[in-house]
């Protein structure tokens, strides 16, 4: 493919589109223009350390929503704030007028992830292992949060690679003192995050909605952009990535040959759910890659696809039924739905979703832009349902941008995404809040964390997009992958170093620690949680409050197994732990009988340690609530 054709066609499209964009009787365009800066407030009032919304957060940092129960939004998640940012970044970049009221945000977030970076937390530290940056959330003040919860989450590291580099590339283009900021001060916080993804992408984890253990498409599709564009900057800047982003091949083929039934893209395996795998999870993924001028095979899996565009139409119409989502009874197929996670979802009643819903009609907007700037598109066998719906003849074929057909597609698309806007905003209160979720029965209330950071964010890449304002193209012209089947994977160890310059604390000896697998086969009641604490920090000092919480993700009825790796903070020292029960209903704690001991090899070990036991104490009784 010739990078420079397409680019070519970069400047047709957009005059068009400023020409469209002009015309009078955009309604609903102009709703969006006035909508735009509203949730752009929103989001940044979302921001510590000044966010209206969110007092007591840290700089930089961003709170997930304000609600602090039902539910307890009060956090900031590693994805969230990545998805944020990326869009503000995109936001200054495209919009100098708006510069100065973004760029301390801008350098605050990336302060505050250097610090971040280095917080040791219940998926581990920084060093030696990295395995602490697939830590899922943090308290607000930038401190561990200690709860049970599905971790880890490997698309934290990436997505946050993604904003940031996004940051640097264009920082670098300013002149020598911003190439110099980008590489000495920006690149290492990005380095860390991608020397995670190059060694723990081929390892499960669970998914963006944190249900579901395995491999993830969404996370997958965001590892492979991280790798490949962090290849890019530090060619760019002359650093090295290492072997962590030699990986991106291998990643590509993983997504490529992994996920695909033959009719959609099945979102999570490697799981033992009962669910189709019909999910918003790859529709936005192809968000999160989308580059108006990648060819529709790049194996990144760009809107524009056969395979998405297939997977799109089958996620959707599972949510056209009028029995299950009575807000969309008797909507006609070429007509946009409120749309939510996946169909066999219950959380919170498993509603229709902001941010889906305008994740939708971005995902469209971008295929048609891709459409526009190749001047081509296809129908084929794989595609052709999705097309069928909004043009009924739909022949399969390529079409040039001269032929009816193509015209009459891309206006079909066209009014297909506006559609889906319409719905999101018909939902909206007066005010534009957004929440997380709205109702799928009458009266269509909003629902669940109000003023979700994320669901304003959805709405303005979905303004971006329609408005024709592409982000930096990342897809390189050579792109290339390996076809099924893939090599066996050997993902690389990573190295790892506090962002110092960036402003992470410069205190690695106190960073060290060795990684300990622990593992104890526990029968517990459903609500009941094993932990371990014990004599070192990680391990909460014997402070009960701080114990480290194990999972279940190999749990089983008959190998009642609770683990987790552990990075522990006394290299080189006897270690004294126990097993705690953490009752239902507030009921407190059933403590082991014994105390346990372990001897810990020193510093720089990076082979897990890994201990089988059997608890050795009372069990526990669920409560009454
Ligand atoms: C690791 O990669 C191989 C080769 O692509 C694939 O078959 C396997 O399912 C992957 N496993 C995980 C957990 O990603
Ligand atoms: C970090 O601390 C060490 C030891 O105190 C010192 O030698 C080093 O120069 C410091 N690094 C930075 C970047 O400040």
């Given amino acids: 493919m010739v990078l420079g054709s397409r680019r070519l066609g970069l400047a047709v499209a957009s005059l068009v589109l400023v020409i469209s964009a002009g015309a009078a009787c955009d309604e609903l365009g102009d709703d969006i223009t006035q909508q735009r800066p509203v949730a752009l407030e929103a989001v940044l009032d979302n921001i510590g350390p000044d966010g209206s919304q969110v007092p007591g957060t840290a700089a930089g940092l961003v709170v997930a929503s304000p609600s602090r129960n039902d539910p307890d939004y009060f956090f900031t998640w590693s994805r969230d704030a990545a998805l944020t940012f990326k869009m503000i970044v995109e936001e200054y970049i495209r919009d100098p007028s708006g ?28 060093l030696p292992s990295g395995r602490g940056l697939g830590e899922v959330k943090y308290h607000v003040d930038g401190s561990r949060f200690n709860g049970a919860w599905g971790r880890p989450q490997h698309d934290g590291p990436s997505l946050r690679a993604i904003a940031v580099i996004g940051f640097a590339k264009w920082l670098a283009e300013q002149g020598p003192e911003g190439e110099a900021e980008a590489r000495d001060v920006i690149w290492p916080v990005i380095a860390n995050d991608l020397s995670y993804t190059g060694q723990y992408w081929n390892t499960t984890g669970f998914d963006l909605w944190e249900e579901v253990h395995g491999a993830s498409f969404f996370t997958v599709q965001s590892q492979y952009r991280a790798l490949v564009e962090g290849a890019q900057l530090a060619d760019r800047l002359g650093v090295s990535c290492g ?60 809107p524009c696809a056969s395979r998405a565009l297939a997977s799109f139409k089958q996620w959707v119409d599972g949510f056209r039924d009028g029995n299950a989502y009575p807000i969309n009874s008797g909507i006609p197929p070429n007509r946009g739905v409120a749309v939510g996670r996946y169909t066999e979802d219950v959380y919170l009643g498993g509603h229709p979703w902001y941010l889906i819903t305008y994740g939708a009609a971005e995902f469209l907007y971008n295929a048609v832009a891709q459409w526009k700037r190749q001047g081509s598109l296809t129908i084929d066998s794989t595609s052709r349902a999705f097309f069928a719906d909004l043009y009924s003849r739909a022949p399969e074929g390529t079409y040039r941008a001269d032929d009816s057909v193509f015209s009459l597609v891309v206006d079909a698309v066209t009014a297909y ?78 190295t790892y170093f506090p962002a110092i310059a960036a402003g992470a604390p410069n205190n690695t000896d106190s960073l060290c620690a060795v990684p300990v697998e622990f593992r104890v086969l526990a029968r517990t009641y459903y609500g009941e949680d094993i932990y371990v604490f014990g004599s070192a920090s990680s391990l909460g000092d014997w402070d009960i409050n701080n114990a480290q919480p194990l999972s279940t993700n190999e749990y089983s009825d008959s190998h009642p197994l609770w683990n987790a790796v552990v990075d522990v903070d006394a290299p080189g020292e006897r270690l004294a732990y126990k097993y705690v029960r953490r009752q239902n209903c507030n009921q407190g704690y059933v403590y082991e009988w014994v105390d346990r001991y372990l001897d810990l090899p020193p510093c720089g070990t990076t082979d897990v340690l890994v201990v089988n036991e059997q608890w050795n104490g009372p069990t526990g009784q669920p409560g009454n609530c």
């Fill in 243 to 302: 072997p962590a982003c030699d990986e991106a091949p291998e990643v590509a083929c993983f997504l490529n040959a992994a996920f695909w039934n033959g009719q959609y893209f099945v979102s999570n395996i490697h799981n033992s759910h009962a669910r189709s795998g019909r999910d918003a999870n790859s529709m936005l993924g192809s968000n999160v890659v989308f580059d108006v001028n990648a060819p529709c095979d790049s194996p990144s899996i760009q």
């Fill in 417 to 494: 995404a506006d559609s889906f806007v319409e719905v999101a905003r018909r939902y909206t209160p007066e005010d534009g809040a957004l929440a997380e979720q709205f109702d799928r029965r009458p009266p269509f209330q909003p629902v669940g964390a109000r003023d979700l950071t994320w669901s304003y964010a959805a709405l303005i890449t979905m303004a971006a997009s329609r408005a024709g304002e592409y982000a930096a193209s990342w897809v390189p012209a050579d792109e290339s992958a390996p076809s099924a089947p893939c090599p066996r994977p050997e993902p690389p160890h990573g």
């Fill in 99 to 126: 510069r100065s009221h973004l760029e301390g945000h801008i350098r605050n977030y990336i302060r505050s992830q250097a610090i971040l970076q280095t917080v040791a937390n219940p998926s581990g530290t920084l």
